[in-house]
């Protein structure tokens, strides 16, 4: 049994944020699934959001603009304080993390550069060229190492354990050893990001599954919003690779293949700069039109921005673009569709980052703050996780040096790893039955297929009623090989579980929404309805499935409106 103060799980920019801020007298240590800075954060490109006002055509620039426009962009869905909390203190953080070293492209002066990004009325995306999510894992895991947090890698938590309302701790598989490994704790924060896996097109990390969500639920925290799922308009066709919001943020162009830009006959004020949520779906009304190249894509023309733009400003797409596809954009259009991207939804946490569970805490993409709401803001992804993980880490904090933890109780802990064994152990002795690999390989179509960019009632309940069969099949899941170290197939088959009850809880979140609203498109029911629907999902675990109440949204200053752009 290993024991520690705090344990976060979660190497990427939420989880080690949290680390940075935890009270430096605690017990801190981090789990994570890969190398830190292999953490899916490093994919991120583009930017930063906050209203530094640096850019000339941003003096006037406020974090309570920058509020609105996350609260217009989350389709008035979003808890207006806690996007008040998150702008105000995206300014200060700025300034923090550029004292930690991370190296922003700048303007003349030595100002950090900022540049537009989708459904902001200013350019208040700080960037590092398109290495964004990069520069910052870096930066903040090289602190972690000055600080002396303890990194355990290459370790998958498979469950929480909770005890009469309280966090005592988990249970990982040790990857490297094939052990089953028990660490206690008097506070456990999750910072395990999204789950884009249970999509067959997805921007995410292969290590994106879902299951810290998934966790979470099982032990009892309710899941806030999960139907609400974003696409991203550009990813690299065939490949899915993201292709940063900056491209277009920087002045490339839409282009059907008539040659025009599109975007006029959807947002002619903002164009291509128009919320995800919206380009998602003008491309792929697009290219269901017939106006899609090979009826599958359309371009991304960067040529017109001229070489020494592209290689100063978006040298990682350029490099992409060679290496992954064999084209250069500074002579030939990028080639695009739209792929699932992040998720708004997440485990229910309140605005200290605090789960009704004692003593748990998250933070990140798969927490729900409900800062997003319906649709998310390009930029303030980052920003939320390094702002709500040090919440997070605070809160812990003051959790336990105010006496909230109750004390240990290690034989719930071992009876907990004692079953995972015994599972894994059964599970190793099956030598037929289903490859969960082909099952997650058919959950992905399920997911593409059925609550994808636009949705109808029927297509979800085709869903539901294809994932009861998934189910069913899993319950004779085998693994082929006999090796207990790195072996991937128990990380599939322990994780897939917790893929189908986030699924669930999307499909059936998403057939009884009747609105259209963000990232929620239903095709029966295209207009959104506030009268009805203008509140938060819930989506509680139980054997039968999920149970679904709802919570109303916390509208303060800015009722809601049409979103024109």
């Given at each position: 049994?290993?024991?520690?103060?705090?344990?976060?799980?979660?190497?990427?920019?939420?989880?080690?944020?949290?680390?940075?801020?935890?009270?430096?007298?605690?017990?801190?240590?981090?789990?994570?699934?890969?190398?830190?800075?292999?953490?899916?954060?490093?994919?991120?490109?583009?930017?930063?959001?906050?209203?530094?006002?640096?850019s000339p055509d941003a003096k006037d620039d406020s974090w309570e603009k920058h509020a609105f426009d996350t609260i217009k962009g989350s389709d008035y869905l979003a808890d207006q304080d806690?996007?008040?909390?998150?702008?105000?203190?995206?300014?200060?953080?700025?300034?923090?993390?550029?004292?930690?070293?991370?190296?922003?492209?700048?303007?003349?002066?030595?100002?950090?550069?900022?540049?537009?990004?989708?459904?902001?009325?200013?350019?208040?995306?700080?960037?590092?060229?398109?290495?964004?999510?990069?520069?910052?894992?870096?930066?903040?895991?090289?602190?972690?190492?000055?600080?002396?947090?303890?990194?355990?890698?290459?370790?998958?938590?498979?469950?929480?354990?909770?005890?009469?309302?309280?966090?005592?701790?988990?249970?990982?598989?040790?990857?490297?050893?094939?052990?089953?490994?028990?660490?206690?704790?008097?506070?456990?924060?999750?910072?395990?990001?999204?789950?884009?896996?249970?999509?067959?097109?997805?921007?995410?990390?292969?290590?994106?599954?879902?299951?810290?969500?998934?966790?979470?639920?099982?032990?009892?925290?309710?899941?806030?919003?999960?139907?609400?799922?974003?696409?991203?308009?550009?990813?690299?066709?065939?490949?899915?690779?993201?292709?940063?919001?900056?491209?277009?943020?920087?002045?490339?162009y839409l282009v059907n293949n008539k040659g025009r830009r599109f975007m006029e006959d959807y947002t002619p004020t903002a164009m291509e700069l128009a919320p995800r949520d919206i380009v998602?779906?003008?491309?792929?009304?697009?290219?269901?039109?017939?106006?899609?190249?090979?009826?599958?894509?359309?371009?991304?023309?960067?040529?017109?921005?001229?070489?020494?733009?592209?290689?100063?400003?978006?040298?990682?797409?350029?490099?992409?673009?060679?290496?992954?596809?064999?084209?250069?954009?500074?002579?030939?259009?990028?080639?695009?569709?739209?792929?699932?991207?992040?998720?708004?939804?997440?485990?229910?946490?309140?605005?200290?980052?605090?789960?009704p569970i004692k003593g748990f805490y998250a933070a990140g993409e798969c927490a729900c703050v409900s800062v997003h709401g319906a649709n998310r803001l390009g930029g303030n992804s980052l920003?939320?996780?390094?702002?709500?993980?040090?919440?997070?880490?605070?809160?812990?904090?003051?959790?336990?040096?105010?006496?909230?933890?109750?004390?240990?109780?290690?034989?719930?802990?071992?009876?907990?790893?004692?079953?995972?064994?015994?599972?894994?152990?059964?599970?190793?002795?099956?030598?037929?039955?289903?490859?969960?690999?082909?099952?997650?390989?058919?959950?992905?179509?399920?997911?593409?297929?059925?609550?994808?960019?636009?949705?109808?009632?029927?297509?979800?309940?085709?869903?539901?009623?294809?994932?009861?069969?998934?189910?069913?099949?899993?319950?004779?899941?085998?693994?082929?090989?006999?090796?207990?170290?790195?072996?991937?197939?128990?990380?599939?088959?322990?994780?897939?579980?917790?893929?189908?009850?986030?699924?669930?809880?999307?499909?059936?979140?998403?057939?009884?929404?009747?609105?259209?609203?963000?990232?929620?498109?239903?095709?029966?029911?295209?207009?959104?309805?506030?009268?009805?629907?203008?509140?938060?999902?819930?989506?509680?675990?139980?054997?039968?499935?999920?149970?679904?109440?709802?919570?109303?949204?916390?509208?303060?200053?800015?009722?809601?409106?049409?979103?024109?752009?």
């Open positions: 049994m290993v024991s520690h103060d705090i344990l976060i799980v979660g190497g990427g920019l939420a989880g080690l944020a949290a680390a940075l801020t935890s009270d430096p007298k605690l017990n801190v240590a981090v789990l994570s699934k890969v190398h830190p800075i292999r953490s899916h954060s490093v994919a991120a490109q583009g930017g930063i959001n906050a209203a530094l006002a640096n806690a996007v008040e909390l998150m702008c105000q203190l995206a300014i200060p953080t700025m300034y923090e993390l550029d004292h930690w070293g991370v190296p922003f492209s700048r303007f003349p002066g030595g100002v950090i550069a900022q540049r537009p990004f989708g459904g902001a009325a200013y350019p208040r995306t700080c960037y590092a060229q398109d290495r964004t999510g990069q520069v910052l894992l870096h930066t903040l895991y090289e602190q972690c190492v000055k600080k002396g947090i303890k990194f355990y890698d290459e370790l998958l938590v498979t469950s929480l354990v909770v005890q009469d309302g309280r966090c005592l701790g988990l249970v990982a598989y040790d990857m490297g050893s094939g052990e089953i490994r028990s660490f206690s704790a008097k506070a456990v924060i999750f910072g395990t990001g999204g789950y884009g896996r249970i999509y067959k097109l997805s921007t995410n990390s292969y290590i994106n599954f879902g299951s810290g969500i998934g966790m979470a639920y099982r032990a009892g925290i309710p899941l806030k919003d999960l139907e609400f799922v974003q696409f991203h308009p550009t990813t690299l066709y065939g490949k899915n690779i993201l292709i940063t919001e900056a491209a277009r943020g920087e002045g490339g998602s779906r003008s491309i792929t009304t697009e290219i269901l039109k017939g106006n899609g190249f090979e009826n599958a894509y359309v371009h991304l023309d960067l040529r017109h921005l001229g070489r020494e733009k592209i290689e100063k400003r978006l040298p990682g797409i350029q490099e992409i673009c060679i290496n992954f596809y064999g084209i250069d954009p500074v002579d030939t259009p990028i080639p695009i569709q739209p792929a699932q991207h992040y998720s708004m939804g997440g485990i229910d946490v309140d605005q200290d980052c605090a789960s920003l939320e996780a390094i702002v709500f993980g040090k919440i997070a880490g605070a809160s812990a904090s003051k959790f336990i040096n105010g006496g909230g933890f109750a004390g240990p109780r290690d034989a719930d802990i071992t009876a907990e790893a004692k079953n995972l064994n015994d599972r894994f152990e059964s599970i190793r002795k099956r030598d037929k039955g289903h490859n969960v690999y082909q099952l997650l390989n058919d959950l992905k179509i399920l997911m593409s297929e059925k609550a994808g960019i636009f949705r109808d009632g029927k297509q979800l309940q085709e869903g539901l009623d294809g994932l009861a069969g998934l189910r069913e099949a899993y319950k004779d899941a085998y693994i082929y090989g006999s090796c207990t170290r790195f072996c991937q197939e128990f990380v599939t088959l322990v994780e897939f579980a917790y893929m189908m009850d986030l699924a669930e809880a999307i499909l059936l979140g998403g057939l009884k929404r009747t609105e259209s609203r963000g990232s929620h498109s239903r095709t029966e029911f295209p207009k959104r309805d506030d009268v009805s629907w203008l509140k938060h999902t819930l989506a509680a675990y139980s054997e039968k499935g999920p149970v679904l109440t709802y919570r109303t949204v916390n509208v303060d200053k800015y009722k809601p409106q049409e979103r024109k752009y």
